[in-house]
T-cell receptor, first 115, second 110 residues
Framework: DGGITQSPKYLFRKEGQNVTLSCEQNLNHDAMYWYRQDPGQGLRLIYYSQIVNDFQKGDIAEGYSVSREKKESFPLTVTSAQKNPTAFYLCASSPRGGLHFNEQFFGPGTRLTVL | SQQGEEDPQALSIQEGENATMNCSYKTSINNLQWYRQNSGRGLVHLILIRSNEREKHSGRLRVTLDTSKKSSSLLITASRAADTASYFC??????????FGAGTILRVKS
């Protein structure tokens, strides 16, 4: 059963704490993406990775960090430097060729709340 | 600033009616894609139209693209209650990432 998974579904964090959101895919996709979605708004790109061991900043990278040590995994760390981290976080992956080239496949999301 | 802007922001129709959503963008694109998001869930890809295409169909979905006006429309025919969702257009400018609009919230009343 191929797909993209995110965990946890809900995450609560105290101010000043770092938290890591998990994203795993078994679709053999090269590219992976992290987005942030605020209520009633579209998606804003945080970081993306086209290949293992390489990643680029998106539009709102400040206060976030990522790693891409394995093709299947692209974890996102929300650091204490992110001033307003409460949001819905979405991970996506995309093939770099083939029939679905450039289409993005999304995980179910993680809702992060800062207490 | 956002590349894609959807219009209207919200749309409420009766089951069986058609729903039309529009998307405008600012710069040249490789392709434009439409996605659906049910409340609190991830996005699902609906359809992709390339910059050299003018119209594309997929089941009850019809997408048009007018590159001279930098606009696209998504038509859902014979809508169903299950079509209730948010719909987003996304533009592919560089071939390696998408820029999403703010979305249209569609409510189909049964």
């Amino acid at each position: 059963d191929g797909g993209i998974t995110q965990s946890p579904k809900y995450l609560f964090r105290k101010e000043g704490q770092n938290v890591t959101l998990s994203c795993e895919q078994n679709l053999n996709h090269d590219a992976m993406y992290w987005y942030r979605q605020d209520p009633g708004q579209g998606l804003r790109l945080i970081y993306y990775s086209q290949i293992v061991n390489d990643f680029q900043k998106g539009d709102i990278a400040e206060g976030y960090s990522v790693s891409r040590e394995k093709k299947e995994s692209f974890p996102l760390t929300v650091t204490s430097a992110q001033k307003n981290p409460t949001a819905f976080y979405l991970c996506a992956s995309s093939p770099r060729g083939g029939l679905h080239f450039n289409e993005q496949f999304f995980g179910p999301g993680t809702r992060l709340t800062v207490l | 600033s956002q590349q894609g802007e959807e219009d209207p922001q919200a749309l409420s129709i009766q089951e069986g009616e058609n729903a039309t959503m529009n998307c405008s963008y600012k710069t040249s694109i490789n392709n434009l894609q439409w996605y659906r998001q049910n409340s609190g869930r991830g996005l699902v890809h609906l359809i992709l139209i390339r910059s050299n295409e003018r119209e594309k169909h997929s089941g009850r979905l019809r997408v048009t693209l007018d590159t001279s006006k930098k606009s696209s429309s998504l038509l859902i025919t014979a809508s169903r209650a299950a079509d209730t969702a948010s719909y987003f257009c996304a533009t592919d400018i560089y071939g390696n990432k998408l820029v999403f609009g703010a979305g249209t919230i569609l409510r189909v009343k049964s």
